[in-house]
């Protein structure tokens, strides 16, 4: 169950739900952030008679449009895609794009919300904005890739700028994927700006350290966490959701700074290895071949694959959830507390159901929620930005440091906000209060639009 709201607060989440039917994970996120926003409304009644909460749980613009392809037989189908422009007080929208058959608009505006709070949290000059399509690249060939990838920026085109709205990766959608729609923008616009999508290709525009800065921001946030509690990485047992983008660079992370990762997955299956998960593997399998996790057990024959497994029954110190939304309920956070996990960071969004977050709290584990622990992959790519915008390109140490310094920066920032607001330790009251408030004091400067 969650947590009751504040008065002023209910009728406000009563009207998201009576505006927005349907949209459950949508509804999730808002009453997630509602539910921590009591005390600002107190310590800033001007926030409430300015309807500053109505006005950001309401899109600023919704595009929503048909995208037309042929598969390799000559067959046509018909995907549906988004993009939900969420909040440009801070800056141009950001946000990825995401291809998995489970897209609807309820995913794409709850992934547009927390994108809102998290870019805040960056510091960055970024607004809040995500996109997508119910399109299954899973088993399709590069070219079907490519002609969808085309025809849906044959649309979203005139919608981006690089003061308007950048967007870059998510879940289906990597540097391949982000080539083909950057380079039909580039023929359909007969401009070469750079500055209109991240996560681009190291020599066309991308920045080193891009491709792995949500995992390993999500792996020094965590690192700083237990930092605050006088403890540090060394010698830690991780598992790690998923084998995606986060997931991968998390693990790499992860054992640099001397933690052993012993699990990870796909949606197939679990991958359990006591010796430590074999990274170049897992590369190979998921960035090289596209294959199924469970082709890990070719090379490792001491691993154990269980199919449709719980990788939280996986006894650990330190969970890493980097797959996709609800991946945790509160019966897998119990398993965790009691196998003794002592910290959860979020690579991927919202990951871990209320009930979930609700165990976590109650065991006064370390839990960073993902608008802060997974905000470095957006935070590199406002780097990719800047680098674009002077026409620069920085080493990949110096992104890393800069990354470093943004997640210790963030971290900073919810562990103060937190403490300020009577809840040391609770990185959600933490991360929604100061990521609402630079937000909140944007659009209350620039007046009622
Ligand atoms: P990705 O490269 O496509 O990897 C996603 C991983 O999660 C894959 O292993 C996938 O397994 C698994 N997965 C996806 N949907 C699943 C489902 N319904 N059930 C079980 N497993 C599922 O995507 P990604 O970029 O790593 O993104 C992962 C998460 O991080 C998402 O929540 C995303 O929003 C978040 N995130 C990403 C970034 C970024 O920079 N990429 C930044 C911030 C947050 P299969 O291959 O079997 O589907």
Redesign the pocket.
């Known amino acids: 169950m969650s947590a009751r709201l504040d008065e002023k607060l209910e009728p406000i989440y009563q009207e998201v739900l009576h505006r927005n039917p349907g949209e459950s994970e949508f509804h999730q996120a808002v009453r997630e952030v509602l539910e921590t926003m009591g005390p600002v409304l107190v310590k800033y009644p001007e926030f409430a008679d300015k309807k500053i909460i109505q006005r950001i749980c309401e899109p600023e613009r919704q595009i929503i449009f048909r995208v037309p392809w042929q598969d390799d037989r000559g067959e046509i189908h018909i995907n549906r895609a988004f993009r939900v422009e969420f909040n440009s007080a801070l800056g141009p929208y950001k946000g ?1 794009m ?1 291809f ?1 058959p ?1 897209v609807y608009l309820g995913i794409i505006k709850f ?1 547009g919300f927390e994108q809102i709070f ?1 870019n805040a949290l960056t510091g960055m000059p970024i607004g809040g904005g995500k996109g997508g399509s119910d399109f299954d690249p ?1 088993g399709k060939s590069d070219d079907e890739i490519m002609r969808f990838c085309q025809s849906l920026m044959t649309e979203l085109y005139r919608h981006l700028g690089e003061y308007t709205d950048v967007p ?7 540097s391949r994927e982000i080539g083909y729609m950057f380079g039909q923008y580039k023929r359909i616009t007969n401009r070469y700006e750079s500055g209109i999508f991240t ?1 681009k290709g190291i020599g066309w525009g991308g920045s080193l350290a ?1 491709k792995e ?3 390993y921001g999500t792996v020094f946030f965590t690192h700083e966490m237990l930092k605050a509690r006088g403890d540090t990485l060394e010698g830690k047992k991780v598992v790690v ?8 660079y998390a693990i790499e992370k992860a054992h640099e700074l001397g933690a052993k990762v012993i699990a990870c ?4 299956g679990v991958i359990i290895h006591e010796a430590g998960i074999d990274l170049e593997t897992v590369k190979r399998i ?1 960035e090289v071949e596209r294959r ?2 469970k082709a890990y057990l070719e090379v490792h024959k001491d691993a154990k694959y269980v199919e449709d497994g719980n990788i939280w029954s996986v006894p650990c110190d330190i969970a890493l959830p ?4 609800n ?1 945790l309920n509160g019966k897998d956070a119990e398993l965790l507390i009691k196998n003794g996990c002592i910290a959860v960071a979020e ?5 871990s159901t209320p009930e979930g977050i609700q165990v976590f709290q109650a065991a006064k584990i370390a839990y960073g929620p ?1 608008k802060a622990a ?5 935070a590199t ?1 406002a780097l990719e930005m800047q680098q674009n915008a002077s026409r620069d390109s920085w080493s990949f140490d110096y992104t890393q440091k800069r990354l470093e310094e943004i997640m210790i920066g963030i971290h900073k920032s919810c562990y103060e906000t937190a403490d300020e607001f009577g809840a040391p330790g609770n990185y959600v009251i933490g991360a929604n209060i100061a990521g609402f408030l630079k937000v909140a004091r944007a659009m209350d400067a620039m007046g009622v639009i």
Not at 322 to 325: F, L, R, Y
Not at 347 to 351: E, I, L, W
Not at 374 to 378: E, F, H, I, S, T
């Open positions: 990825g995401r998995h489970s992934l998290k899973k870059a990766g998510d879940i289906g959608v990597g996560g891009r800065a949500t995992g959701s998923g084998s995606g983008n986060v997931a991968i997955s796909d949606s197939a998921k199924r996790i980097c797959a996709t939304q991946e690579g991927a969004n919202m990951p993902g997974n905000a470095g992959g957006v790519s």
